[in-house]
């Protein structure tokens, strides 16, 4: 049986841009992707804190050291620019392979950039 169990989060940043007219996904500075180990085309789950919106897409690379969070597409219905969301990804584990699985949280300051 296998289980799915968080693999990363970008916990609490902030929504850059929301392009209404383009094929859906996020687009996610590449800095933050490689912090979370998220890869392009990875499914995520979006929490929108200011609204209570969960929604799925895929990410998409955007400019690193950019702090960009960019929705597209429809998924830019679900958070206006300036809303702080959490950007969580997943993996499929057995149970004992997730007991010793350690996810991958970031904690990006108030601009989307890494806290060194």
Not at 3 to 18: N, P
Not at 56 to 61: D, F, M, N, R, W
Not at 87 to 111: C, Q, W
């Given at each position: 049986?296998?289980?799915?169990?968080?693999?990363?989060?970008?916990?609490?940043?902030?929504?850059?841009?929301?392009?209404?007219?383009?094929?859906?996904?996020?687009?996610?500075?590449?800095?933050?992707?490689?912090?979370?180990?998220?890869?392009?085309?990875?499914?995520?789950?979006?929490?929108?804190?200011?609204?209570?919106?969960?929604?799925?897409?895929?990410?998409?690379?955007?400019?690193?050291?950019?702090?960009?969070?960019?929705?597209?597409?429809?998924?830019?219905?679900?958070?206006?620019?300036?809303?702080?969301?959490?950007?969580?990804?997943?993996?499929?584990?057995?149970?004992?392979e997730a007991k010793?699985?350690?996810?991958?949280?970031?904690?990006?300051?108030?601009?989307?950039?890494?806290?060194?």
């Amino acid at each position: 049986m296998f289980i799915h169990v968080m693999k990363s989060k970008l916990h609490r940043v902030r929504i850059t841009q929301a392009e209404l007219n383009y094929v859906g996904s996020v687009t996610i500075d590449e800095d933050l992707m490689d912090a979370a180990n998220l890869i392009e085309n990875e499914k995520v789950q979006i929490v929108n804190n200011n609204n209570g919106e969960r929604f799925e897409t895929y990410v998409i690379k955007g400019e690193r050291g950019s702090g960009t969070v960019c929705l597209n597409g429809a998924a830019a219905r679900r958070a206006q620019v300036g809303d702080i969301v959490i950007i969580i990804a997943y993996g499929l584990m057995t149970p004992e392979e997730a007991k010793d699985h350690t996810p991958r949280l970031v904690f990006p300051d108030s601009n989307n950039h890494l806290v060194v």
